[in-house]
């Protein structure tokens, strides 16, 4: 392993790896510094995502559902199932497998790729070197760089009124891995990840209270969705409290008493366990020396800019640690971007085409804006809706809840957000995302042949709806 490198990425997550490989597809000479561990003391790349995050709560979620649908869901298809055994043990290796699988993935990818994968605390100094501390070892070491990518990623962010003990009151990593189903769990936070491990938890039979501070649901969705999202979260048990801000929380005989204010009002309710779920904070411990110039915003985000170049010279920043959505796909594309542009490439991020997702049943995606958005700054605008009950598959599937919605500007007919709430709203956004990259029309899907019968032909009958002439409705 030689000490000087064309790159060196601080951060193992979605942004930095990703950025690793393909800088050293580029022919760069990189080092990727990640300090995860498993549990076994092993190096454990891909970061939040990966180790806590989008991988393992979708394996529960996936696992949940299925435990939800053979003991409810099954009936409606004329199978009766006697005895369904959860065994929480056997679902929660299964997650810890998967995991186990795909970091040891990342570290083979780096050895094909030739990248020098170390496990230690990466610090970067003023003369652009990097020095690096490995857990439970007094020695050190020190690399240096012409180039450096910061990818340190998040945290999530605590309630100081409301703090953890990691048993009963516990960040979203510890509702990952709860031994057994609490009978009450408490989810403080209606955003995607409160909601996605709010409804894992429901599923195995836990009853659940999300307090959420705002009145508003899922203010950053078209209102369609949110409010169609909200009933049938609500008809499946999520008890889903708005505009109650929780203001103290203590553990007591393994109890907790979560104090929230309600309007005028100051409430009380007892949990066995409970879920802060307020949101995650950029990570920047020991990450850069102050003399280095790197500057922070109010929040703590590293400011870049519009290159992710920050204020010291070679050194960029990707991912959770900048602003932008906390979102992995929004990490590695920015962190791809950021290697071509070392490598002399030209590169560019659409901001506008990033689809987001919350991974509950039903699920919610969408890309671009929102019909409160462009009435906001007055774009003039058409839209179309469809709903999943009007086609053969969703109804076939037994999945009728929900619809999708498309936008498209009046004049231009250029579509300008798609907002599907239903089954397989996660896969069928692409397409979406595909048409907005393109700059597609809504008359370009409506002209584009979708096959029968297919969950996407919501969004073809969506986008003839823009022009009143879907098939399956009466426009
Ligand atoms: P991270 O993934 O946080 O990786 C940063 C890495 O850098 C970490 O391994 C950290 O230990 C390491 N590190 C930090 N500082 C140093 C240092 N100084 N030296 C060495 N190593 C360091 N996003 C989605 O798109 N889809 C989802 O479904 C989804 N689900 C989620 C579910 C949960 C429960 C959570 C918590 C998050 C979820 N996210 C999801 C968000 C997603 O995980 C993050 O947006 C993504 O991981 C950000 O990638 P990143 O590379 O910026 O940082
Ligand atoms: P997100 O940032 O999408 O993960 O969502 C976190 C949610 O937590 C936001 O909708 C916040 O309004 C909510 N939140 C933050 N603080 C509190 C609090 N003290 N009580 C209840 N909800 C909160």
Known sequence: MSDQYDIVIIGGGPGGYVAAIRAAQLGLKTACIDSTRNAEGKGSPGGTCLNVGCI??????DSSERYESTRIGLSAHGIEVSEVTLRIDEMLARKDRIVNELTSGIGMLFKANGIDYINGHGTLHADHSISIAFEGDDKSKTIKAKHII??????????????????????????????????????????????????????????????????????????????????????????????????????????????????????????????????????????FDDDTGIKKDKRGFIQIDENNLTAMKNVYA?????????????????????????????????????????????????????????KESSTP????????????????????GGFVKIIAHETTDQILGVHIVGPHASELIAEAVLAMEYRASSEDLARTIHAHPTLSEAVHEAALAVTKRAIHKAN
């Not at 393992?56 to 979620?61: I, T, V």
């Open 56 to 61: 393992p709560s979708k394996a529960l979620l």
């Open 318 to 374: 990707v991912g959770d640690v900048v602003t932008g959505p906390m979102l992995a796909h929004k990490a590695s594309e920015e962190g791809v971007a950021v290697a071509e542009r070392i490598a002399g490439h030209k590169a560019h991020v659409d901001f506008n085409t990033v689809p987001w997702v919350i991974y509950t049943h039903p699920e919610i995606a969408w890309v671009g804006q929102t019909e409160q958005q462009l």
């Open 150 to 287: 910061l990818a340190s990623g998040s945290e999530p962010t605590p309630l100081p009124p409301v703090p953890f003990d990691n048993e009963v009151v516990v960040d979203s990593t510890g509702a990952l891995a709860f031994s057994e189903v609490p009978t009450r769990l408490g989810v403080i936070g209606a955003g995607v990840i409160g909601l996605e491990l709010g409804s894992v938890w429901r599923r195995l039979g836990s009853e659940v209270t999300v307090l959420e501070a705002l009145k508003d649901f899922l203010p950053a969705a078209d209102k369609n969705v949110s409010r169609d999202a909200l009933r049938q979260f609500k008809k499946q048990g999520l008890d889903i409290k708005l505009g109650a801000k929780v203001t103290s929380a203590e553990v007591k005989k393994g109890k907790c008493f979560v104090e929230y204010e309600s309007g005028d009002e100051k409430q009380s309710v007892e949990f066995d366990r409970l879920i802060v779920a307020i949101g995650r904070r950029p990570f920047t411990d020991q990450l």
């Open 381 to 400: 605008i058409k839209t179309g809706m469809f709903s999943f009950a009007a086609t053969g598959r969703a109804k076939a599937m037994n999945e009728t």
